[in-house]
């Protein structure tokens, strides 16, 4: 199998082949910038990174039952690099899965998933409805009240900051940093 090197605009056609939901289309374009912002932190390449936080969940939609797997299949098919595919399937871990995110861009995709739903449900409930002034301190205060975003799995984003070695604090001030790169595009501009 002969891989090639995927473009941006290629995932987004695939990503709208397979989903339509506006919140997961957001979602998508939410973890593409914290993935873009990420690889710069760490002098990744951060068109590799992004088409993966784009893609990670191609199969949601139409596959929740299979998802991570059918994702493998769709991107196989396509003749996807296994590193793409890989990744995207590692942010099931523990979830779907057991295979574990081992590379750093893995455990960023692991650990910023679920921190963006997090972040876009405090901005939400702000008076101004943005992440351009939002705070850590903010995101924080939300994490700990159990039944807020009750869909987020807490534990995951623990994880996956201990597999960086890097505080919690830290990895929600740079995925905020990573939202607030596409306010626009994930709606989340509100009224600064």
């Given at each position: 199998?002969?891989e090639?090197t995927p473009?941006?605009e ?5 990503l709208?082949e397979?989903n339509?939901t506006e919140?997961?289309l957001?979602h998508a374009l939410a ?5 873009r ?13 992004g088409i993966?936080g ?5 199969d ?5 039952e ?7 299949e769709?991107?196989?098919?396509r003749k996807?690099p296994?590193a793409y ?8 871990y ?9 590379e750093?861009?893995?455990k960023?995709?692991y650990t910023?998933?679920e921190l963006?739903?997090?972040i876009?449900?405090?901005?939400l409930?702000r008076?101004?409805k943005?992440v351009l002034?939002?705070?850590v ?10 039944g807020f ?5 807490r534990?995951?984003?623990t994880k996956?900051?201990?597999?960086l070695g890097?505080?919690?604090?830290k990895i929600?001030e ?6 607030q790169?596409?306010?626009d595009?994930?709606?989340?501009r509100?009224a600064?």
């Amino acid at each position: 199998m002969s891989e090639k090197t995927p473009t941006r605009e290629e995932a987004l056609i695939l990503l709208k082949e397979f989903n339509k939901t506006e919140s997961l289309l957001t979602h998508a374009l939410a973890v593409e910038a914290v993935m873009r912002h990420f690889s710069e932190l760490y002098n990744e390449d951060s068109e590799k990174w992004g088409i993966i936080g784009l893609l990670h969940d191609l199969d949601y939609e139409m596959y929740p039952e299979e998802h991570c797997f059918k994702a493998r299949e769709i991107l196989e098919e396509r003749k996807w690099p296994e590193a793409y595919i890989r990744a995207i399937q590692s942010h099931g871990y523990g979830l779907v899965n057991d295979i574990e995110p081992i590379e750093t861009m893995e455990k960023v995709l692991y650990t910023t998933d679920e921190l963006t739903g997090l972040i876009t449900a405090t901005c939400l409930l702000r008076p101004s409805k943005s992440v351009l002034d939002l705070e850590v301190k903010s995101v924080k205060k939300k994490w700990k009240q159990k039944g807020f975003a009750a869909g987020v799995n807490r534990e995951v984003i623990t994880k996956g900051a201990e597999k960086l070695g890097v505080e919690i604090d830290k990895i929600i001030e740079e995925t905020i940093k990573g939202m607030q790169k596409a306010a626009d595009e994930i709606g989340l501009r509100g009224a600064v």
